[in-house]
Nanobody, 121 residues
Framework: QVQLVESGGGSVQAGGSLKLSCTVSESIWGTCGMAWYRQASGKERELVSSISRDGTTRYTDSVKGRFTISQDNAKNTLYLQMNSLKTEDTALYYC???????????????WGQGTQVTVSR
């Protein structure tokens, strides 16, 4: 069974940086995409950033220019570099792996346990 494990979260002041990592137990080449989601307390889960198998990246508007998603296929690791952090970035961050499913659609079906990011003023 594929397992994802996040690390790198912590507490920082606004304007600071953190780099999150997500190790995947199987080759990333077996996925159709990888992503970072986050969920703040009492809020809905939101997609922060994704990267497709060919390297195409996407970001939610609120993090554009501040966050960078990347992956190291040789290490089976996904990263999220988070710069210029804001208090509204405070959330539990999850990495997710997508696999081809119904109608050959790429769905995020495998999740890590999450790593907490807390940004103070």
């Amino acid at each position: 069974q594929v397992q994802l494990v996040e690390s790198g979260g912590g507490s920082v002041q606004a304007g600071g940086s953190l780099k999150l990592s997500c190790t995947v137990s199987e080759s990333i080449w077996g996925t159709c995409g990888m992503a970072w989601y986050r969920q703040a307390s009492g809020k809905e889960r939101e997609l922060v950033s994704s990267i497709s198998r060919d390297g195409t990246t996407r970001y939610t508007d609120s993090v554009k220019g501040r966050f960078t998603i990347s992956q190291d296929n040789a290490k089976n690791t996904l990263y999220l570099q988070m710069n210029s952090l804001k208090t509204e970035d405070t959330a539990l961050y999850y990495c997710a792996a997508a696999y081809l499913g119904y109608l050959n659609h790429c769905d995020f079906t495998t999740w890590g346990q999450g790593t907490q990011v807390t940004v103070s003023r």
